[in-house]
């Protein structure tokens, strides 16, 4: 997502070539920002969304 410091994310297709568009500057870097904080908040909250048995050792 980052080429230096300048923060770029371009989309790809399934098969990982790379599409025409691609996110740059602020755009970019709301985006990353949305994905890393997820990403940090799912870390924080692994059982969010799945039922655990009470009294599971998880």
Not at 23 to 50: D, I, M, N, Q
Request: hydrophobic share 35%; aromatic share 6%; net charge positive.
């Amino acid at each position: 997502m980052t080429m230096g410091t300048q923060d770029l994310e371009q989309p790809v297709h399934a098969d990982d070539s790379q599409r025409r568009t691609a996110l740059t500057g602020r755009a970019a870097a709301l985006t990353k920002e949305s994905v890393c904080r997820s990403a940090a908040w799912g870390a924080a909250h692994p059982t969010f969304g799945y039922s655990v048995p009470a009294g599971s050792s998880r």
